[in-house]
C-alpha cells in the first residue's frame, strides 16, 4: 500500500496538477490517501502530481495509527477495532468497503518541513519509500 499527502496549497498551481489531485482526493493541504500499487492509474496520476505530494509504502502499525487517530467513519460513530481495519485494508479491501471516508486530514509535521519545493531526500517531496512513516508519525 502507498500513502499520498498533498504538501503544496491551491496557489500557483496548475490546472492539470490540480485536477489531477482533486481525482486522487487530495483536495486540501496536508490530506492523506491510502491506495494500492497494482492500481496503474491512479500510480500514473501519482507520477503526474508527484511535484505537489509526498509518498511511499506504508507499514501496518502506522496504518493502524494512522485508523484510530484520524479516521472518520461514513456513519459518524466510533472507531473500534482499527487493527483489524487495517488488515483489511492491506488484503485489499477499499476504504469505503469497510466503512470509512476515503481520505485522512492531517496536522502539518511537529518540527517544520525541511523545504517544501525539493525533492526528498533535501525535501519533502516525491518518494520516500519506508520512510513516509515518519512524516506520518509526525502528522499524528
Known amino acids: 500500500m502507498i500513502a499520498v499527502i498533498r504538501i503544496t496549497g491551491k496557489v500557483n498551481l496548475r490546472k492539470r496538477a ?6 486522487l482526493r487530495l483536495r486540501k493541504k496536508f490530506t492523506c490517501v ?33 485508523i484510530e487517530k484520524r479516521g472518520k467513519r461514513k456513519d ?18 477499499k476504504l469505503e468497503e469497510v466503512g470509512l471516508k476515503p481520505f485522512f486530514r ?3 509535521p ?20 519506508k520512510e513516509i512513516n515518519k512524516l506520518i508519525e509526525r502528522m499524528l
Open 76 to 93: 459518524k460513530k466510533e472507531i473500534k477495532e482499527p487493527e483489524k481495519i487495517a488488515e483489511e485494508i492491506l488484503n485489499g479491501k
Open 34 to 66: 491510502i491506495m494500492e500499487e497494482k492500481d496503474k492509474v491512479k500510480i500514473g496520476m501519482l507520477r503526474k502530481a508527484e511535484n505537489h505530494v509526498a509518498f511511499g509504502e506504508i507499514d501496518k502499525g502506522t496504518l493502524t495509527r494512522l
Open 18 to 23: 490540480e485536477e489531477t489531485l482533486s481525482r
Open 110 to 129: 511537529r518540527g517544520g518541513l525541511k523545504n517544501s519545493k525539493k525533492q526528498f531526500p533535501r525535501g519533502i517531496l516525491g518518494n520516500h519509500g
Open 106 to 108: 492531517l496536522h502539518p
